[in-house]
C-alpha cells in the first residue's frame, strides 16, 4: 500500500509540474506580455508609464532573460511565495482575485458531485438488475438525452420556461437581503433554494454519464461466474448482490472523481455566465477575452489542480476498496 | 442390484432452453436422471452437450437468458419428497438447499470466486447463512475446514485473496465453502478442467476421501473418461441435450451400448495399444443445437445408422435392467440386438 | 450398415442460413448485425441525410448567408401550408405561408410580429433566388424551396435578431458544425491511430512513454484547455484561418481516447499467431500494423470514431457559444445559440433554440450510430 501511495503521489507531483508548463506555454501564447498590456492600456488611457516604470515591473515578472529562464522565474514565484501574478483587468494581484471563488466554485462541484452520485447509483443500478424494464428504458433514454445536449442548452431552456412561468430569472447563489448577512439557518435554506438549479444544469451529463458507466459495469459483472457461484451457496439476493456484482462495480464509480470533477467546474464556467455565479467560470471568460493572461492562466492551473487532486483522491480510495490495486497484483 | 438404493435426486423430463440472438436453443432436451444416495454419478459428454446446464438447472441457476421448460426435479433428503423447479425462487427452502442441502464447485475456480473479499470471508458468510455459527465460532470452523481440504497453513490462508492462491488452492476453497454445510450431494461441474495434472490428480483424491468421510452422493460433471473411470459408480452419457447411456461404470466400459458412447470409448488412447496408430475419431462435429437433425440427433455422425429409420423417428429409450439403458433404434424394446 | 459421405442424410448439411454465415465477409456480417439495431439504422440515415444537406448546403437553403432582412428581426417561424379556402377567390391549391403583420409596443419599443392570413406569399419548390455555385464550381440561381418573389418574406423557422432567416442559417451551421466534428476527429483519429498502434504495438518504454503523455493530457481539464488556447488566437484572424484552428485545437485534446483503444486492441493482438507468421513472413512492423493488425478491428475504429464525433461537436457549439470559438459572420450551431443567450430576447423568440434541437439530434444520431457499431462490431459474438 505505501509503494503504491508513494508511486501515486510522484506521479502527481509530475502531473503537477507537466500541467504547470501547459499553463505557461498559454500565458506566454498571445503576442506581448504583461508590460506591453499594461503599457497599451496606459496609452490608451493618456498616461505613459516611465522606462523606469518599466523596467521595474519587467524585473518583478522576470520578464527578461529566455522563455525557460521566464518559466523558472513565474514557477518560484508561485511556489515559494504564492505570487500568481497581477491581474491587468482587476488590477490587483491574481491571488486576491481568485482566492474568494475559489471557496465557492469548490462547495458548488462538491455538492454537486455528492448529489450525481446520490442520484446516479441508485439508477444506474436499478436500470442494470431490472434490464429491460420500463424504469431501465426510461433511464436510458434520459441518459442518451443528458448526454447529448450540452448543458448550456439545459440553462437557456431552463431560463426560458422560468421567464415565461415566472417571469423572472433566479441568479446568483443567494438573495439580496441574505446575501451580506452571516451564517445562519434562513441563510443556508435560502443557498439550497438556489443552488438547485446550478446543480441540475450543471449536474446532468454527469448523471447520465454515470448511470451509463455503473449499468455497463454491474451488467458485466452480474454476469461473472462468482455470482452463480455465490447463488449456488445459499446466499440471499439483496446481500448478494450488496456483497459481490456491486463491490465490484463500485471501481470504476470511484475512479470517475477523476473525469467528473472536471466536468463539474467546466459546467460551471458555462452556467456561472448565464446565472451569475460568484464563481471563477465567468472570470475565466472574461480573462480570456480581454487576454488577461496571468488571471487566465492561473485559473485555468488551479482548476487542473483540483482535477488532479480529485484524481488522487480516487486513485487512493480504489487502493483501499480494490486489494489488488493495493498488494500490487494489478497496474 | 442399484434398483434397490434409495434415490437422492431424481430428475425427469428436464427441459431448459436459451434465448439467442439466432433464435430458442434447447440445450436440455428432456433429461431423467438419478443420483442416490453415498454414490457418485457421472454425466460425461463433449462440449454443449447440455451436461453443465443440467446440472446448473436443479439449483435453478440458469441465467436470465435462459429458462427451465419442463420437467421435475425431485429432491429426496431428510423429509418430505418435493419439486425443486415447484419452489419460490426467492424463498428460504431453495436458499437452504442451496449451499445447505446441495454443495456445488465450478470449473474455473478463481473465477468463482469474489477477488475483492478473502476466502475466509466468502467461507465464513457462507458458514453462517447454513449453520448459525456465530462469528468467532465461524471463524474456527472455517480454518478446520479449509485444513481438511488440504490448504497449509489455514490460520494465515484464511485472509489470503483469490488472486494471491493457485488454481488448484481455489479449487480447495470452493470445494471447503461447498462442504462447510455437510451437503448430502455435491455436485462437481468439470471440477479438474481447469487445473494442471498433478493438480487435477490431487484434487480427484480430495474429493474422493471427502466423499467417503461425509458419505454424500457427488454428481460429477466432466467430458474426461479417464475421470469418469477412477471416480464413477453409475455413468451417464449425454449427446445434444439427451441421455443417450446409462450404465453402472464397469459395464459401460466392459460393453458400450450406444454407438456414441462407443466411438466415445474408442477415442480414448490405451497404454500401449494404440502406439503408432492413428486413434479413431468421432467424424463431424457436434451439430448447433439450433438445427438439430432430424430422428436420433447422432445419426450423421454415426457408423451404425439405419438409413429410412434413424433420420426420421427418434429413438425410444430401450431398458436392459440392472439400471442400464439406451436411446438407440438398434435394440429392441426387450433389450436384445435387434 | 455403414453410410458412405455421398448419401449422408440431411441432418448432416448445414441450413442455408448457416452457409449463408460461414461464408460472409466479416463486413457482411457488421452489416447484418447493424441492421438489427433500428435506432442505429435510423439514425444512418439521418447522418447521411444531413451529409447530403451539407454538400448541398446553397441549394437547399432558401437564402444565402448573408441574407439580411431589416424589415423582419426576430420574426416568429411561418406554417407551410398546402391550400388556403379563405383567400380571395375561395379555395386555392398551392404552397404558401401567410405574411407578417408587425406591432410595436410603443413603451419597450420593441416590434412583434404576427401571421396576417390576408397576406399571401407564394412559395415554390426549385425557385429562383439568389445566386451562388455549387461546390464552389457551378453557378445557380435556383433553390431546393423558397418564396415566388424573392422579395417576399418566408421565414419557415423564424428570423434572428438581425433578421437573418434561421433556416438558411441553420443548413449553413450544420455545414460548419458537423464538418469541425468530423474533420477534427478524422485529425485526431491519425494521431491516436499512430501513437495508439506504436504504443501496444511495441510496448515496454515506448508504450510508458505515449501512456503518461496521454494521461497528462488527460489530466488538464478540456475546456479550460481549449479555451486558452483558442483565446490566444488573434481577434483578427479570418473566419476560414480560425475554423481549420480551433478543430485542430479540438482534435489536439481529443486523440488521447481514440488512442487508448487503438493501443488497447493492438495490445491485444500483438501475441496472435497470424501477426507472429505475418513478421516471419518478412512484412514490415508498419505492414503488420497497418496491413494486418489494423483491418482486424476497423469495425472498432469505426465505432470508436463515430462515438468521439459527438464529444467534438458538443466542444464547438460550447465554445464558440461562449464567444471563444467560431466568430460571426461564421456561423455555426454555437453561433446561433448566443443570439438566444440573452433572457430578454429569449423569452419572446423561443425558436432561436431550434439550432440546440439540432445538436441534440445529430449528437444522439452519432451516438446510436456508433453504439450499433460497436455491437455489431462482434458478429460471432453470439
Known amino acids: 500500500m505505501l509503494r503504491y501511495l508513494g508511486r501515486r503521489a510522484l506521479y502527481m507531483a509530475a502531473t503537477l509540474l507537466a500541467i504547470s508548463l501547459v499553463v505557461f506555454v498559454i500565458i506566454n501564447l498571445p503576442p506581448g506580455d504583461y508590460v506591453t498590456a499594461l503599457q497599451s492600456r496606459y496609452a490608451a488611457q493618456g498616461q505613459g508609464l516611465t522606462v523606469q516604470d518599466i523596467e521595474n515591473l519587467r524585473v518583478r515578472y522576470g520578464l527578461d532573460g529566455n522563455l525557460l529562464q521566464q518559466y523558472w522565474h513565474w514557477f ?256 | ?128 447463512i447454513h449453520t448459525g455459527l456465530d462469528k468467532r465460532a465461524a471463524r474456527a470452523r472455517a480454518v478446520e475446514l479449509l485444513d481438511a481440504v488440504g490448504i497449509p497453513d489455514p490460520k494465515r490462508r484464511i485472509d489470503a485473496y483469490p488472486f494471491q492462491l493457485s488454481g488448484g488452492m481455489c479449487q480447495r476453497a470452493m470445494i471447503a465453502i461447498a462442504l462447510c454445510a455437510n451437503p448430502s450431494l455435491l455436485i462437481a461441474d468439470e471440477p479438474t ?93 457436434v451439430p448447433n443445437p439450433l438445427h438439430r437433425p432430424s430422428g436420433c440427433s447422432f445419426h450423421p455422425r454415426c457408423a451404425e445408422a439405419v438409413a429410412g429409420k434413424c433420420d426420421i423417428d427418434a429413438p425410444t429409450e430401450v431398458d436392459f435392467g440392472g439400471g442400464r439403458t439406451a436411446e438407440c433404434v438398434l435394440y429392441d424394446t426387450e433389450g436384445a440386438r435387434a | ?65 448573408r441574407h439580411r432582412d431589416s424589415e423582419y428581426t426576430t420574426a416568429p417561424p411561418q406554417v407551410l401550408k398546402l391550400w388556403d379556402t379563405d383567400g380571395p377567390d375561395g379555395f386555392r391549391f398551392g404552397l404558401h405561408v401567410d405574411g407578417y403583420t408587425s406591432e410595436q409596443d410603443p413603451r419597450s419599443l420593441r416590434i412583434t410580429y404576427e401571421a396576417d392570413p390576408d397576406d399571401r406569399v407564394d412559395v415554390g419548390l426549385f425557385v429562383k433566388g439568389e445566386e451562388y455555385e455549387l461546390f464552389g464550381l457551378i453557378p445557380m440561381d435556383r433553390h431546393l424551396i423558397g418564396p415566388k418573389d424573392v422579395e417576399d418574406p418566408m421565414y419557415l423557422f423564424g428570423t434572428t435578431t438581425d433578421g437573418q432567416d434561421l433556416l438558411s442559417q441553420l443548413v449553413y451551421a450544420t455545414r460548419v458544425s458537423a464538418s469541425v466534428g468530423i474533420i477534427g476527429v478524422l485529425l485526431a483519429f491519425l494521431l491516436g491511430i499512430v501513437l495508439g498502434a506504436v504504443s501496444g504495438y511495441f510496448g515496454g518504454w515506448i508504450d510508458n512513454v505515449v501512456q ?22 488573434p481577434a483578427t484572424m479570418g473566419p476560414v484561418g480560425r475554423y481549420f484552428i480551433i478543430t485542430t485545437i479540438l482534435a489536439l485534446v481529443a486523440w488521447t481516447g481514440l488512442a487508448r483503444e487503438v493501443r488497447g486492441r493492438f495490445l491485444a493482438l500483438r501475441s496472435e499467431e497470424f501477426v507472429t507468421s505475418a513478421r516471419l513472413d518478412g512484412s514490415s512492423h508498419a505492414r503488420v500494423m497497418f496491413r494486418h493488425m489494423l483491418p482486424s478491428f476497423s469495425s472498432h475504429v469505426i465505432a470508436a470514431l463515430s462515438l468521439s464525433i459527438p464529444g467534438m461537436i458538443l466542444a464547438e457549439t460550447a465554445l464558440s457559444w461562449l464567444g471563444m470559438g467560431l466568430r460571426p459572420p461564421a456561423v455555426s450551431w454555437g453561433v446561433q445559440l448566443q443570439d438566444a443567450s440573452k433572457w430578454s430576447v429569449l423569452s419572446g423568440a423561443p425558436w432561436l433554440l431550434i439550432p440546440g434541437l439540432c445538436v441534440v439530434l445529430v449528437v444522439l444520431a452519432f451516438n446510436f450510430v456508433g453504439d450499433g457499431l460497436r455491437d455489431a462490431a462482434d458478429p460471432y459474438k453470439h
Open chain 1, 76 to 331: 518560484t514565484q508561485i511556489v515559494l511565495h504564492g505570487d500568481l501574478g497581477m491581474s491587468f483587468e482587476h488590477e490587483k494581484p491574481v491571488s486576491q482575485v481568485i482566492a474568494p471563488r475559489l471557496g465557492w466554485t469548490i462547495a458548488v462541484s462538491l455538492i454537486t458531485l455528492l448529489v450525481t452520485w446520490a442520484l446516479a447509483f441508485p439508477i444506474g443500478v436499478y436500470s442494470a438488475v431490472k434490464q429491460h424494464s420500463v424504469g431501465d428504458y426510461a433511464a436510458t433514454t434520459v441518459g442518451f438525452l443528458g448526454l447529448a445536449t450540452p448543458n448550456f442548452l439545459i440553462a437557456l431552456v431552463f431560463i426560458y420556461f422560468s421567464v415565461t412561468w415566472f417571469g423572472s430569472v433566479p441568479s446568483g447563489l443567494c438573495s439580496p437581503e441574505w446575501c451580506d448577512a452571516s451564517w445562519n439557518l434562513g441563510k443556508l435554506l435560502d443557498l439550497l433554494g438556489h443552488l438547485w438549479i446550478p446543480m441540475i444544469v450543471i449536474g446532468t451529463g454527469g448523471v447520465a454519464g454515470l448511470v451509463r458507466i455503473i449499468r455497463n459495469n454491474l451488467l458485466d459483472e452480474l454476469r461473472r461466474p462468482y455470482v452463480t457461484a455465490a447463488r449456488a451457496r445459499g446466499v440471499p439476493e439483496g446481500p448478494l448482490l450488496r456483497r459481490y456484482p456491486l463491490r465490484v462495480a463500485l471501481n470504476p464509480f470511484v475512479s470517475t472523481i477523476g473525469w467528473i470533477l472536471p466536468l463539474l467546474l467546466v459546467g460551471d464556467i458555462v452556467v456561472g455566465q448565464i446565472l451569475s455565479l460568484p464563481t471563477l467560470g465567468p472570470i475565466l471568460l472574461g480573462s480570456l477575452k480581454s487576454q488577461d493572461m496571468y488571471l487566465a492562466g492561473s485559473i485555468i492551473m488551479v482548476l487542473s489542480v483540483v482535477t488532479v487532486i480529485g484524481t488522487l483522491i480516487s486513485d487512493l480510495l480504489l487502493g483501499w476498496l480494490d486489494p489488488r490495486i493495493r498488494l500490487g497484483h494489478q497496474r
Open chain 2, 193 to 285: 478442467t481447469a487445473l494442471d495434472v498433478t493438480t487435477q490428480a490431487r484434487i480427484l483424491d480430495l474429493l474422493r476421501d471427502l466423499q467417503a468421510e461425509h458419505r454424500m452422493a457427488v454428481m460429477f460433471i466432466t467430458h474426461d473418461l479417464g475421470v469418469v473411470a477412477e471416480l464413477a459408480d453409475e455413468v451417464a452419457v449425454m449427446y445434444l441435450g439427451r441421455v443417450v447411456e446409462r450404465a453402472p461404470v464397469d459395464e459401460l466400459f466392459a460393453d458400450p451400448k450406444h454407438p456414441y458412447t462407443k466411438a466415445l470409448l474408442a477415442s480414448v488412447p490405451v497404454l500401449g495399444r494404440d502406439r503408432g496408430r492413428d486413434l479413431p475419431t468421432i467424424p463431424g462435429t
Open chain 2, 1 to 128: 442390484m442399484e434398483q434397490t438404493l434409495k434415490p437422492l435426486l431424481e430428475i425427469s423430463g428436464l427441459r431448459t432452453s436459451f434465448d439467442t440472438f439466432d433464435g430458442k436453443v434447447r440445450a436440455v432436451d428432456g433429461v431423467d436422471l438419478e443420483v442416490y444416495a453415498g454414490r457418485t454419478l457421472c454425466v460425461v459428454g463433449e462440449s454443449g452437450c447440455g451436461k453443465s446446464v443440467t446440472a446448473r438447472s436443479i439449483l435453478r441457476l440458469v441465467e436470465d437468458s435462459g429458462s427451465i421448460d419442463a420437467g421435475s426435479i425431485t429432491w429426496h433428503g431428510d423429509g418430505e419428497p418435493f419439486d425443486i423447479l415447484s419452489l419460490d425462487p426467492r424463498g428460504k427452502r431453495l436458499q437452504r438447499l442451496r449451499g445447505g442441502d446441495i454443495g456445488m464447485i465450478f470449473q474455473e475456480p478463481a473465477a468463482s470466486l469474489l477477488p475483492l473479499r478473502t476466502i475466509g470471508a466468502q467461507l465464513i458468510e457462507t458458514l453462517r
Open chain 3, 1 to 65: 450398415m455403414t453410410l458412405k459421405e455421398s448419401d449422408a442424410p440431411d441432418g448432416m448439411t448445414p441450413s442455408p442460413s448457416e452457409v449463408r454465415r460461414t461464408r460472409a465477409s466479416q463486413r457482411q456480417l457488421v452489416w447484418w448485425a447493424f441492421k438489427k439495431h433500428r435506432l442505429a439504422l435510423v439514425s444512418a440515415w439521418l447522418l447521411a441525410a444531413m451529409l447530403v444537406v451539407i454538400a448541398l448546403c446553397e441549394f437547399v437553403a432558401p437564402f444565402s448567408d
Open chain 3, 212 to 233: 503518461r503523455l496521454i494521461e497528462l493530457i488527460m489530466s488538464v481539464p478540456s475546456i479550460p484547455l481549449w479555451l486558452g488556447l483558442a483565446a490566444a488566437l
